[in-house]
């Protein structure tokens, strides 16, 4: 019914910067807030940035002001600005979102996921 699907990843230097995108389609009535998640190998999935449907956002401490979430609600698509990015910011970084339906659920999806490497 809905899908979230995730691009941008890729293979960047230190300091490189890349930009995520995740775009969501299907039977959706109306998209509230969206997040991005980041796991590495061996490690557990933690929480890069949120914003809501009204632009506010949080972000986790370890961006230190290198990331920039943003959204255009016109599209269903979020973005995922990546600056000065560091080694230890490699891993699979997935799309979330609690989304309504046409057919009155809400829920919250993930995305595919998108493979970030970042070369010492």
């Known amino acids: 019914q809905v899908q979230l699907v995730e691009s941008g990843g890729g293979l960047v230097q230190g300091g490189g910067s890349l930009r995520l995108s995740c775009a969501a389609s299907?039977?959706?009535?109306?998209?509230?807030?969206m997040g991005w998640y980041r796991q590495a190998p061996g490690k557990q999935r933690e929480l890069v940035a949120v914003?809501?449907?009204?632009?506010?956002?949080n972000y986790a401490d370890f961006v230190q002001g290198r990331f920039t979430i943003s959204r255009d609600n016109a599209k269903n698509t979020m973005y995922l600005q990546m600056n000065s990015l560091k080694p230890e910011d490699t891993g699979v970084y997935y799309c979330?979102?609690?989304?309504?339906?046409?057919?009155?659920?809400?829920?919250?999806?993930w995305g595919q996921g998108t493979q970030v490497t970042v070369s010492s």
């Open positions: 979330n979102a609690i989304i309504a339906t046409t057919l009155g659920l809400k829920s919250t999806y």
């Open positions: 299907g039977r959706i009535f109306s998209v509230n807030a």
């Open positions: 914003i809501t449907s009204g632009g506010s956002t």
